[in-house]
T-cell receptor
Framework: TQLLEQSPQFLSIQEGENLTVYCNSS?????LQWYRQEPGEGPVLLVTVVTGGEVKKLKRLTFQFGDARKDSSLHITAAQTGDTGLYLC?????????????FGTGTLLAVQP | KAGVTQTPRYLIKTRGQQVTLSCSPISGHRSVSWYQQTPGQGLQFLFEYFSETQRNKGNFPGRFSGRQFSNSRSEMNVSTLELGDSALYLC?????????????FGEGSWLTVV
């Protein structure tokens, strides 16, 4: 069974602080996506990484895909209250041509003003 | 362009009833997947359809079924509802069925079984 473990599970920080969320698996994924989900809404795609070792930056967010494509990290610099939400990593493409995603356990981030 | 549209957004059903949820993918997208999200189990894959064919099925009982129409719209059905079926049901669409595809989610349908 493929599992994606995220850590930490919960994170409460002050505005302006930096944070890193980790997503680890024993399985190899051909791609990994990061989503943010707000209460009562569906997940919103932040980034897709497909190449081992790949680093993508979106403003204050930096995403990295591990060299072995088994893990990923999301780093947020100078967090803002608008970053509050549930962050989910999702591995995809395992076993061929499929859009099936295996979701991580989630990290609930609260950024306090 | 319009995103993934799910209807209804909220519904309450009684144990033993059945429910049908609808999903309209992003225009041009031919792949539709369904997920169940609960506080205890997180987001779990239900099934994936591409060009009206079921490509993958998750580990859910046969009470959960789905289909895709020729216009790529999809429906999922849950029969003989149980309390544990209360969840947010999410539909996702993608352009193709391939590894590394970008997948977009709808806002979900909140199902409460009483």
């Amino acid at each position: 069974t493929q599992l994606l473990e995220q850590s930490p599970q919960f994170l409460s920080i002050q505005e302006g602080e930096n944070l890193t969320v980790y997503c680890n698996s024993s399985s190899v994924f051909s791609s990994l996506q990061w989503y943010r989900q707000e209460p009562g809404e569906g997940p919103v795609l932040l980034v897709t990484v497909v190449t081992g070792g790949e680093v993508k930056k979106l403003k204050r967010l930096t995403f990295q895909f591990g060299d072995a494509r088994k893990d990923s990290s999301l780093h947020i610099t100078a967090a803002q209250t608008g970053d509050t939400g549930l962050y989910l990593c999702a591995g995809g493409g395992y076993g061929g041509a499929t859009n099936k995603l295996i979701f991580g356990t989630g990290t609930l981030l609260a950024v306090q003003p | 362009k319009a995103g993934v549209t799910q209807t209804p957004r909220y519904l309450i059903k009684t144990r033993g009833q059945q429910v049908t949820l609808s999903c309209s993918p992003i225009s041009g997208h031919r792949s539709v997947s369904w997920y169940q999200q609960t506080p205890g189990q997180g987001l779990q894959f239900l099934f994936e359809y591409f060009s009206e064919t079921q490509r993958n099925k998750g580990n859910f009982p046969g009470r959960f079924s789905g289909r895709q129409f020729s216009n790529s719209r999809s429906e999922m059905n849950v029969s003989t509802l149980e309390l544990g079926d209360s969840a947010l049901y999410l539909c996702a669409s993608a352009l193709r069925s391939a590894a590394g595809n970008t997948i977009y989610f709808g806002e979900g349908s909140w199902l409460t079984v009483v």
